[in-house]
Structures are given as C-alpha cells and as structure tokens.
C-alpha cells in the first residue's frame, strides 16, 4: 500500500514557477512508476507528466513540453513537478499517482494510489 500527499500548490502570476512535490509512505515507492494528472473546473482529468520507476524515462502531455519537468527521488520518497513559465489555463488541482503497471502512463487506469491533490493557481 502507498500513501502519497502533495504539497507546493498556492497561487502565481502568469510566467512564473512552482514546484510540486509528492512524498510517498511506505518501501515501495521505488517499485512504481509515478504520474502527474490535474483537473480544471468542469473539465476531465487531464495526464500531465510520468516518470518510470529509476527515473531514467519520462513522458509529458503536450500541453506543458518544454514548461514542466517530473523527477524523484527514491532515496527520498519523492517525486517532484517542477513547473515554469505557467500560464492561466495551467489552473487545476493537481494529482500524484503511483502506476500499477510499466506502461500507458497517460491513462488513469494505469495507476491505482492517488494523492488527495494541491491547488495550483495561475492569475494574469
């Protein structure tokens, strides 16, 4: 069982920067490929970024390529987003989750621990 809690959220002028961090419980947390997801209002669950379980893959939705960076730390438990040049429509709560599986990390499906989410809000 693995138990995330995400943290780093608040509110920032368009072009700015936050870091989103994700601590993990429990000894497992090297064994599982780790995942970004957000949610705006009225809008679906949206993939952001992924990172395997040694951290030497990555993946990104297109929509922040170039802006967001996903890393981690296993040693530490944690996985970070870190997020630049942010834009209003960058305005969600935003998600970590654990990967039950090696693959298709931009489906939700894929992963079966979700934190509770951090607000991110980007003003103009």
């Known amino acids: 069982q693995v138990q995330l809690v995400e943290s780093g959220g608040g509110l920032v002028q368009a072009g700015g920067s936050l870091r989103l961090a994700c601590v993990a419980s429990?000894?497992?947390?090297?064994?599982?490929?780790m995942g970004w997801f957000r949610r705006a209002p009225g809008k679906e669950r949206e993939f952001v970024a992924a990172?395997?379980?040694?951290?030497?893959?990555?993946e990104y939705a297109d929509s922040v390529k170039g802006r967001f960076t996903i890393s981690r730390d296993n040693a530490k438990n944690t996985v970070w987003l870190q997020m630049n040049s942010l834009k209003p429509e960058d305005t969600a709560v935003y998600y970590c989750?654990?990967?039950?599986?090696?693959?298709?990390?931009?489906?939700?499906?894929?992963?079966?621990?979700w934190g509770q989410g951090t607000q991110v809000t980007v003003s103009l």
């Open positions: 989750a654990g990967a039950r599986s090696p693959s298709g990390f931009s489906s939700p499906s894929t992963y079966g621990y």
């Open positions: 990172i395997t379980r040694s951290g030497d893959k990555t």
């Open positions: 429990g000894r497992t947390f090297s064994s599982h490929a």
